[in-house]
């Protein structure tokens, strides 16, 4: 079984920062593409930040330039550097992966169960 464990949300002030981490465990081949997305209460879950296995990134335009989302391919990790973070922020993160298993030929798509993010005085 593939496992996506997110960690790092909490409550911090508007203007502070955060770091998210998601873990990935269990059976598989690769990695090919992660990612974080949230959900604000009352809307859709959006796409935050995604990152390809080659590196490469991109953004929601809301979180532009305030956002960085990095891996560590050795740890099978992926983190989400929040900064500047303003109310409008706060959601409930998730992380999310395109992952082969070792019990498939082809990707699947994982979700973990969410970190919850709240940006308030």
């Known amino acids: 079984q593939v496992q996506l464990v997110e960690s790092g949300g909490g409550l911090v002030q508007p203007g502070g920062s955060l770091r998210l981490s998601c873990e990935v465990s269990?059976?598989?081949?690769?990695?090919?593409?992660m990612g974080w997305y949230r959900q604000a209460p009352g809307k859709e879950r959006e796409l935050v930040a995604r990152i390809t296995s080659g590196g490469s990134t991109n953004y929601a335009d809301s979180v532009q330039g305030r956002f960085t989302i990095s891996r560590d391919n050795a740890k099978n990790t992926v983190y989400l550097e929040m900064n500047s973070l303003k109310p409008e922020d706060t959601a409930v993160y998730y992380c999310n992966g395109l992952i082969t298993p070792k019990t498939a030929d082809w990707a699947v798509d994982y979700w973990g169960k969410g970190t919850l993010v709240t940006v308030s005085s």
């Open positions: 269990g059976s598989f081949y690769s990695i090919t593409l």
